[in-house]
């Protein structure tokens, strides 16, 4: 039988190794022409994640468990050497020492990924599988987060006269921001005792919003494939997003099949 830790693990490596590749790319034709050296270390990036790939296809969910610890230690350097490359380039935007086409809070919100991927690593390597109920909230805030930026950057790279789809961006960042805050404070008022009913709740309202959002990029994304709107947004942008959504859906249901577990 194959040990969850292992069928995990090479799950979190498949899907975020694609999305920090990714990331390097949208990174590189942000920034300008004479920025060579940033765009010669994200390139390096693109270079370093293809390699893990390349790796994680001689991995099976039947790999032995040390082995694949061991490949969670290699993958976490990565994933904390290029949290640090996009925080650098985050300094120096916030300096004005470099002036790119790479949002400020682009940059943080895929540094905020990388944090969260050499995370999810450790927590591996530690046996942790399931998260605490606590934890639970403080993730589906980092993912909330991520959906309501997503909205943000879709509605300015839009082209102004969209003006249809700008205004749908522009609802779901409002209702993603709403989202936040909420979880925010059930976060702080969270019962100390039973709080299932109340995280079941919680995740149910998330996935209904999140479904429509992902709903919402899976007909942006087909519109920039067939070029029938107008916007600056890359083709793979736009299925990246797409991608993270969808992830999230996962990840709820991954919940709540955890919670429902331990109510049995």
């Known amino acids: 039988m194959a040990d969850p830790i292992v069928a995990r693990s090479l799950d979190e490596i498949r899907f975020w190794s694609r999305i920090m590749k ?5 990174l590189s034709l942000g920034f300008t022409y004479e920025q060579k050296q940033l765009i010669d270390e994200a390139r390096n990036f693109i270079s370093l994640f293809e390699r893990i790939e390349e790796k ?45 086409n790479n949002f400020p809070l682009l940059v943080d919100h895929i540094s905020r990924e990388a944090a969260y991927f050499a995370n999810r690593l450790t927590e591996l390597n530690n046996g942790k599988l399931v998260p605490k109920p606590e934890a639970i909230i403080e993730e589906n805030v980092f993912f909330l987060r991520i959906m309501a930026d997503h ?66 990029k899976k007909t942006a994304r087909e519109l920039i494939e067939a070029c029938r709107i107008k916007s600056n947004i890359h083709p793979l942008l736009a299925d990246h997003t797409f991608r993270e959504a969808e992830r999230f859906l996962e990840i709820i249901d991954f919940f709540e099949a955890s919670l429902m577990r331990s109510s049995n």
């Not at 943000?152 to 006269?161: A, E, M, V, W, Y």
């Not at 009913?197 to 996935?207: E, G, T």
Request: proline share 3%.
């Open 22 to 26: 990714e990331h390097s790319l949208f």
């Open 56 to 100: 994680l296809a001689r991995f099976t969910v039947n790999s032995e468990l040390e082995q694949v610890r061991s490949f969670n230690k290699e993958v976490y350097q990565a994933a904390v050497a290029i949290w640090h490359y996009k925080r650098k380039v985050l300094g120096l935007t916030l300096r004005c020492e470099i002036r790119s």
């Open 151 to 216: 909205s943000k950057f879709i509605g300015h790279l839009l082209d102004p006269s969209e003006r249809k789809l700008v205004d749908q961006a522009r609802e779901f960042s409002h209702d993603f921001d709403q989202l936040v805050f909420q979880a925010v404070d059930l976060d702080s008022m969270r019962p100390q005792s039973e709080t299932r009913p109340i995280l079941s709740q919680f995740l149910n309202q998330n996935k209904v919003s999140v479904a429509s959002l992902r709903d919402f």
